[in-house]
RNA sequence: GUCCGAGUAGUUCAGCUGGUUAGAACGCCUGACUGUGGCUCAGGAGGUCGUGGGUUCAAAUCCCAUCUCGGACCCCA
């Protein structure tokens, strides 16, 4: 007689009061800077039509994709879950070409993608995403907006220095394109190319060459590699790097449009007052998706290379017109959430808040005070502390106990002496940090649980 | 998709080369404390040793299969 074991699906997890409590936390502090940027909310499906995701995001995107058969056979019918939220979008934007320009949303959903889960590098099937893009907006601006934002947001969420410093890369997909051909290799190699340049961080240097000889590039071809993964180093400023890559491609009209784009966003990132020595102009730094055009972007932790990378994104000036319409520039970024959580986790910047939001527990000495605690109740909640009676009368030990496991503050006792008292309903407000214990009248008892709670 | 490692109380694990009733810590419940948590102490509940088969007088332990989980690749948030 044994039921199914209750267990969730390999590589999505429950989300428990203990967890969702910070969480909720991290998503609102995100939200706070998308908005203060002038991105607006917009949410799409967890399903989309199979044909309007299959074949944007190359081979290895298009195996991961959950797939759904709702009507047998009928392959018009057949519906897969959304892989990430920037091909949603392009498909929203071009269902409405009447839409005033430039539009900028933010979305905070989950994505499925079914990958073999690795929880130490906060990698899952189910994870959320939280997206920030501009449509219908020229690479410049927009693109530096982004990025401005994206080094903000981890500032105020305390990646800034230390171990915890994340670093934004930038780079160009046209300057990878002309890097690729300046090795040898023709256009079409671009993606085995890229590939094989972006484990630089991971491999180094020889592995790199090892993968590169896989694909035809030896000798002459890998030392014109050298060169541009020199102009490039940790303590290079990224516009530094920008000239030096110029001067290794003359007159080439790819490298050109690169270095142009990337130059035009470095200086818009200057303006907006972001910190440049947060920006490392990475040749190296390729990314997986196929739609993107322009710049690509992406953060990682120099001290912690097996946590991935914690936001990417980049230009993808081609995908929206992928759906019939015309071509519409677009750029954005995603910021992983798991992925950032885990990482807040795995450094210690989550402070375990305990497994509720409730701030006060009343408790009543005998079924008589139940009366005189819901009206206390009451005065708690309107002053805006989250408050809750502890359902059982009698044995104090047990509300007690029970604050202390999940970790509420303030315990209030109501017996015959604070119920019955010459002024008023009185309430006997514990501490349970110090474990100073004071019988007030109820607006004493609210006042100080509400400074307590304002203060926290 | 490829290659490793692990599955024993709610949790983390011990249990050496097979040998009586399978242990610890933490957690949980009860009490010491008939108006009060954390600390201490005393009790208690809880396990078909992932599952199926095999070897053996005897299997948590050895072998095979299977499932699940974890890690490294690949790729990515």
């Known amino acids: 007689m044994a ?31 998308f908005r203060l940027y002038g991105f607006s909310p917009l949410e799409t499906p967890a399903l989309e039509m199979l044909s309007v995701l299959a074949g944007k995001y190359g081979e290895e995107g298009d195996k991961l994709l959950y797939k759904l058969d709702y009507k047998n056979d009928d392959f018009s019918s057949r519906v897969a879950l959304r892989y990430d939220l920037t091909v949603p ?84 997909r046209r300057l990878l394109e002309a890097v690729c051909v300046r090795c040898g290799q023709p256009r079409e190699r671009l993606a085995d190319f890229s590939r094989a340049l972006d484990k630089i961080d991971k491999i180094g240097r020889e592995g790199v060459n090892d993968e590169l000889a896989r694909i035809g590039i030896t000798g002459d071809g890998l030392a014109r590699l050298d060169e541009v993964l020199e102009s490039a180093g940790p303590n290079v400023a990224p516009l530094e790097v920008a000239d030096r890559v110029r001067a290794l491609f003359p007159g080439d009209p790819a490298a050109t449009a690169g270095v142009d784009g990337l130059v035009t966003i470095l200086r818009a990132l200057d303006d907006l007052g972001a910190p440049l020595a947060r920006i490392s102009l990475n040749p ?48 954005g970024t995603t910021i992983g959430l798991d992925r950032m959580f885990a990482a807040m986790e795995q450094l210690g910047m989550v402070a375990s808040a305990g ?64 119920a019955t008292h010459p002024d008023g309903l009185h309430v006997s407000l514990k501490d349970l940090s110090t474990g100073a214990q004071e019988t007030v009248a109820l607006a004493a008892a609210v006042k100080r649980a509400r400074e307590a709670v304002l203060s926290s």
Request: charged share 25%; with cysteine; aromatic share 8%.
């Open 355 to 418: 497994a509720t939001v409730t701030r006060v527990l009343l408790a009543a000495y005998s079924d008589e005070q139940v009366p005189a605690c819901l009206h206390a109740v009451r005065a708690f909640r309107e002053a805006g502390v989250p408050c809750e009676l502890f359902p059982k009368a009698g044995k104090l030990k047990k509300p007690f106990a029970h604050a202390d496991k999940l970790n509420i503050p303030f315990v209030a006792v109501i017996g015959p002496d604070e």
């Open 284 to 331: 190296a730094l390729a990314r997986g998706l196929d739609y993107y055009t322009g710049a690509v972007f992406e953060t990682v932790l120099p001290a912690h290379p097996h946590i991935g990378s914690l936001t990417g994104g980049g230009r993808y000036d081609e995908l929206i017109g992928l759906y019939g319409g015309a071509d519409v520039p677009a750029t």
């Open 89 to 172: 979008l392009a498909r929203v934007v071009a269902a409405h070409p009447e839409w005033p320009m430039p539009f900028k949303r933010y979305q905070i959903q989950p994505v499925w993608r079914a990958d073999r889960p690795q929880i130490r590098q906060g990698r899952f099937r189910e994870f959320y995403q939280c997206d920030v893009d501009t449509v219908g907006a020229e690479e410049g601006l927009a693109d530096a907006e982004i990025l401005a934002l994206t080094i903000e947001m981890l500032d105020e969420l305390g990646f800034e220095s230390g171990d915890r410093r994340a670093i934004v890369q930038l780079n160009h």
């Open 3 to 33: 039921g199914p074991k209750p267990r969730t699906f390999k590589g999505t997890r429950d989300f428990t009061p203990a967890e969702m409590i910070p969480r909720e936390r991290l998503i609102e502090r995100i939200k706070r800077v």
